[in-house]
């Protein structure tokens, strides 16, 4: 049950684009389709803005998107605005009713 | 609309209990996997358990099992976490969520456990 591994923190200007990984192995990201991603701000809950690896909740932008290769699942948020600056996590099944969380990435509008 | 309630927290000393709590509204509550997930002041979000709907299954992760029990009252709408042996570890906001299939939809505002001597 070790950790998904993903940067610490990434930045980007307002319009651009950014990406975060998030490393697992053949045993959770590797093996199932079941990433989802959410968004935190400090004090807050988590919110849900991507499942299954590439599906978005309703009412969430499609400026969020996500993708997976191999054992590395990828979320990407386009034309970023400020109102983006938050902290993010991956998830994944990891069998035998078990789940493992990213340690978080802090995303910095600049 | 779904709303999860975690009450309960509070500070104790190492090797103490304590019982959280998590209230929730908004959705027929006996149909969905529970779960919760922890978060240490300043760090990530960690999985520490689940119950499935009508509390016949649970699972726990690693660092909990032995020593937490997660359990749910379908009549009163509430899923519980009993928390014994407390460690210093332990300290973290406690939230519940709500599952839809392997993804965490719903989630509470959180309890703080602070276990300290």
């Known amino acids: 049950q070790s950790a998904l591994t993903q940067p610490a923190s990434v930045s980007g200007s307002p319009g651009q684009s950014i990406t975060i990984s998030c490393t697992g192995t053949?045993?959770?990201?590797?093996?199932?389709?079941?990433v989802s991603w959410y968004q935190q701000y400090p004090g807050k809950a988590p919110k849900l803005k991507i499942y299954e690896v590439s599906k978005r909740p309703s009412g969430v932008s499609n400026r969020f998107s996500g993708s997976k290769s191999g054992n590395t699942a990828s979320l990407t948020i386009s034309g970023l605005q400020a109102e983006d600056e938050a902290d993010y996590y991956c998830?994944?099944?990891?069998?035998?009713?078990?789940?493992?969380f990213g340690g978080g990435t802090k995303l910095t509008v600049l | 609309e779904v709303q999860l309630v975690e009450s309960g927290g509070g500070l104790v000393q190492p090797g103490e209990s304590l019982r959280l709590s998590c209230a929730a509204s908004?959705?027929?509550?006996?149909?969905?996997?529970m779960h919760w997930v922890r978060q240490a002041p300043g760090k990530g979000l960690v999985w520490v358990s689940r119950i499935n709907g009508d509390g016949s299954s649970t699972n726990y992760a690693d660092s909990v099992k032995g020593r937490f029990t997660i359990s749910r009252d379908n009549a009163n709408n509430t899923l519980y976490l009993q928390m014994n042996s407390l460690r210093a570890e332990d300290t973290a906001v406690y939230y519940c969520?709500?599952?839809?299939?392997?993804?965490?939809?719903?989630w509470g505002q959180g309890t703080l456990v602070t276990v300290s001597s």
């Open positions: 908004g959705f027929t509550f006996s149909s969905y996997w």
């Open positions: 998830s994944s099944y990891a069998g035998s009713g078990t789940w493992v």
């Open positions: 053949s045993s959770d990201v590797g093996s199932y389709n079941l």
């Open positions: 969520a709500k599952v839809n299939a392997y993804h965490f939809d719903s």
